[in-house]
């Protein structure tokens, strides 16, 4: 499973012909709103701002569901948020045949038209989230930096940074202080810590303070 934003390039993971198997997509709702969100902004689109005020829905029953197992994710989806969905589709179905093709509005619903098994994925596997964000969030910092990564000097030290920064980004999904993590790790490993207790050393078994 693959949660992605639109870009096409990610439809080729999900065709049947691909080695080692396809892929199953998640769609990001987040990347869905931005689009409505900047017709709302407008003021000029009752639908697009009713879809945002719709949408508010969504996030407030993972707001509720955060954090819990998989099965009882996908149950309160499917009572509370599979109805919003499918209004949202009914909604957008039937203004995309009264409105101008071209219009940016008509634009956005296409986006989730063309998508919107991959939009309805994540009601019925609670692995799957609403959103992209927490990804997104995670990256940001290399992002912003893009430019220092080209400094990294080989292959070899390019792969480096990534798993630095994975690792750094995982002691931040873990609530951990990053640089209290890799100060104390690094410590261990200079005063000879054994490979076979490498686990140990791993973000979500860092004890804080």
Not at 4 to 16: Q, S, V
Not at 25 to 40: G, I
Not at 80 to 101: G, K
Request: charged residues 25%; contains cysteine; positive net charge.
């Amino acid at each position: 499973m693959l949660q992605t934003d639109g870009y096409a390039a990610y439809r080729r993971l999900a065709e049947a012909g691909r080695a080692g198997g396809p892929v199953t997509l998640a769609a990001c709702w987040a990347h869905l709103r931005r689009a409505f969100f900047k017709l709302h902004v407008l003021g000029d689109s009752p639908t697009a701002t009713w879809t945002v005020e719709t949408m508010a829905t969504l996030w407030a029953v993972e707001d509720q569901v955060r954090g819990s197992l998989p099965e009882i994710r996908r149950a309160a989806r499917q009572q509370h948020a599979a109805p919003v969905v499918a209004t949202l589709f009914e909604r957008w179905e039937a203004e995309l045949r009264r409105i101008p093709a071209k219009s940016k509005l008509a634009d956005a619903i296409r986006q989730a038209l063309r998508r919107r098994h991959d939009f309805e994925f994540y009601l019925a596997d609670g692995r799957a989230e609403l959103d992209s964000n927490t990804v997104e969030r995670a990256i940001r910092p290399q992002t912003l930096t893009r430019k220092n990564s080209l400094f990294a000097g080989s292959d070899g030290g390019g792969r480096t940074w990534a798993t630095i920064a994975t690792l750094l980004a995982t002691a931040k999904l873990n609530g951990i202080d990053p640089a209290a993590w890799l100060t104390v790790t690094l410590e261990r490993i200079a005063a000879g810590w054994p490979n076979r207790d490498l686990d140990a050393l791993l973000p979500w078994n860092h004890e804080q303070g």
